[in-house]
């Protein structure tokens, strides 16, 4: 398996809260993503990093930030968690070359919002 | 625009049959590539296989194979052998070039006993 890496893996939390998912990498690359998944649901796209200070919006509008200080760090904050987040968040990564750029997922953190 | 159609939402097998994942695409670049990932009930998602739209043979890897059809844009995976570990749900996604991946909706894939 790959080497990526999330944190928490389960959190249940109240509407209202502020909560940081975490993802580390330690493969070096450059590109880091952000998907939302329902589960046994297609993935959508909500963030992601080219590499060091840069981070776009994926097609799917987001209330959740993100943030890429470090190559190997790419953390997605929500500032106040509402029922409807309640989803599986998976984190992944890929080099940039592109005849390299195969996708690798971390294990996800699966969120409740109540 | 890119899309990605997996047709099969849902799929059973027989262990030790064979089975075969359909996957359509559309995209107006000639370079681009193509993959299958699969996610296990609970667990992390994976890369089964990556073709090369610029390469005509099929890729392999042990009990999986795919059929690419450029013209066709079909992307097909064939599972062989099938094994009580094979299921999942399945991915088919494409990346053109400089772009972000486009995965399509999953096949839920269930190998019967």
Not at chain 2, 48 to 68: D, L
Request: net charge negative.
């Amino acid at each position: 398996e790959a080497d990526i890496y999330q944190t928490p893996r389960y959190l249940v939390i109240g509407t209202g809260k502020k909560i940081t998912l975490e993802c580390s990498q330690t493969m070096g690359h450059d590109k880091m993503y952000w998907y939302q998944q329902d589960p046994g649901m297609e993935l959508h796209l909500i963030h992601y990093s080219y590499g060091v200070n840069s981070t776009e919006k994926g097609d799917l509008s987001s209330e959740s930030t993100v943030s890429r200080i470090r190559t190997e760090h790419f953390p997605l904050t929500l500032e106040s968690a509402r029922p409807s987040h309640t989803s599986q968040y998976l984190c992944a990564s890929s080099e940039l070359d592109a005849g390299r750029e195969t996708q690798y997922f971390g294990p996800g953190t699966r969120l409740l919002v109540l | 625009a890119q899309t990605v159609t997996q047709s099969q939402p849902e799929m059973s097998v027989q262990e030790a049959e064979t089975v075969t994942l359909s996957c359509t695409y559309d995209t107006s670049e000639n370079n681009y590539y193509l993959f299958w990932y699969k996610q296990p009930p609970s667990r992390q998602m994976i890369l089964v296989i990556r073709q090369e739209a610029y390469k005509q043979q099929n890729a392999t890897e042990n009990r999986f194979s795919v059929n690419f059809q450029k013209a066709a844009k079909s992307f097909s995976l064939k599972i062989s052998d099938s094994q009580l570990g094979d299921t999942a749900m399945y991915f088919c996604a494409i990346l053109n070039y400089g772009q972000n991946f486009v995965f399509g909706p999953g096949t839920r894939l269930s190998v019967l006993p």
